[in-house]
Structure formats: structure tokens, C-alpha cells
């Protein structure tokens, strides 16, 4: 149980464009999802929390404009990037807390995010 | 947010035990201590949680001290496939919605 997915896995766009990321808590329902960014030989690094029919609250030094976060229903969380620029490039997780048991977080497997 | 400090890396040989410490001195009284496994390009993956003392289940151990300022993860006969950087975290489950990632430890396993 308790497994979160994301998709896609891997995306290579172009300078400019838009990407969209899904993570979906797939046997139970999550109130509250975080979204990480991790760069080759660093830990993770927490982007915003994002809980269900809310706005998104992001961590100091993260644009919310640029990554827009919408958390539409209790096992879809989305991230948007906005203008993606080269400096994007990176690897997104995403982690979901389930609804009435808040003792462990469940991480995704990652999306690998290539910005030509 | 307790903040939390551990070995950049640690090399070890097949078939070993390994233990990874984690200090986390300004631990509230509330807050669990979780560890995660992270492999190249995946996500993390939970291991074990504890609060206070021992806790054991099919993959490793987590020893936790009485005064709970610092707390081992037991890895017992570790395998190649066991190499991976292991992160150590602290927080208040029903108070803190954010985990904060430390630098993690990087095991080495050798054959």
C-alpha cells in the first residue's frame, strides 16, 4: 500500500514552454502533498506544500509563478513549470501524506525535467 | 524544525552490519525520527520510524536513546544493493507538514 506515482518520468522540453507533472497517491487519499527539487549530488529541496482545494504554500525563495501547484482532489497533486529556462533542469519528487494517518510521508519516483 | 546531522558517507563491505548515526540535539517532544532510503534518480523510500528506544522490522533497526538526541539505523548483513545515500529526519507528525532533508549519508558497499 501507500504508493504514489508521477508522471511522467522523464520530460525534455524547450527553452520557453511549459511542463506539467502529476503525482497521484494511488490507494489512499493524501489532504497534503510537498513537492521537492533535486539537483545531481544534492538533497532534496523542499519547494511547497500543496493541500487539497487550497493554495499551495512555497518555501522561501521559490517562485510561485513560475511553479504553479494545484492540488485539485484528494489523490491529484499538479506542478507546473512555467518558461522553463535550462536552469530548471532538474529532478522533481513529489511526497503525499495520507488523509487521517499524518506519521509518514510516501514519495513519488521522480520526474527527470531536461529544459534544451 | 529539529535540524539534523549525519556522515556525508561511510563505506562498508558486503555481508557487514552498518550503523548510521544521526545527531538531532534541539529534538522536540513531540517529533518522530524517520529514515529514508534514496537510490540514484528515484524517489526516497521510507525505511523505519521510531520515538523512543528500539525499532525493528524486516530491513534494518533504529536505536534511539533515552534522552533521544541522537538515533542509529542498523543496517544487518548489508548487501551491493544496499548502497545509497540514507537520510535521517525529525518532525511532529500531526504538526509539521514539511520534512526538511539534511545532506544525508552516502553508503558505499563494496563486494
Known amino acids: 500500500g501507500a504508493v504514489v506515482s508521477q508522471h511522467p ?7 520557453g514552454t511549459s511542463v506539467k507533472i502529476e503525482c497521484r497517491s494511488l490507494d489512499f487519499q493524501a489532504t497534503t502533498m510537498f513537492w521537492y527539487r533535486q539537483f545531481p549530488k544534492q538533497s532534496l529541496m523542499l519547494m511547497a506544500t500543496s493541500n487539497e482545494g487550497s493554495k499551495a504554500t512555497y518555501e522561501q525563495g521559490v517562485e510561485k509563478d513560475k511553479f504553479l501547484i494545484n492540488h485539485a482532489s484528494l489523490t491529484l497533486s499538479t506542478l507546473t513549470v512555467t518558461s522553463a529556462h535550462p536552469e530548471d533542469s532538474s529532478f522533481y519528487i513529489c511526497s503525499a501524506r495520507e488523509q487521517w494517518k499524518a506519521d509518514t510521508q510516501y ?5 527527470r525535467l531536461t529544459v534544451l | 524544525l529539529a535540524k ?10 558486503e555481508g557487514q552490519e552498518v550503523n548510521i548515526t544521526c545527531s538531532h540535539n ?5 517529533d518522530y525520527i524517520t529514515w529514508y532510503q534514496q537510490f540514484p534518480s528515484q524517489g526516497p523510500r521510507f525505511i523505519i520510524q521510531g520515538y523512543k528506544t528500539k525499532v525493528t522490522n524486516e530491513v534494518a533497526s533504529l536505536f534511539i536513546p533515552a534522552d533521544r538526541k541522537s538515533s ?29 532533508f539534511g545532506t544525508g549519508t552516502r553508503l558505499q558497499v563494496f563486494p
Open chain 2, 4 to 13: 539534523t546531522t549525519q556522515p556525508i558517507s561511510m563505506d562498508s563491505y
Open chain 2, 26 to 30: 534541539n529534538i522536540a517532544t513531540n
Open chain 1, 107 to 111: 514519495f513519488g519516483p521522480g520526474t
Open chain 1, 9 to 15: 518520468s522523464w520530460v525534455i522540453c524547450k527553452s
Open chain 2, 72 to 100: 542509529t539505523l542498523s543496517l544487518p548483513r548489508v548487501s551491493l544493493s544496499d548502497t545509497a545515500v540514507y537520510y535521517c529526519l525529525v518532525g511532529d507528525p500531526l504538526n509539521t507538514d514539511k520534512l526538511i
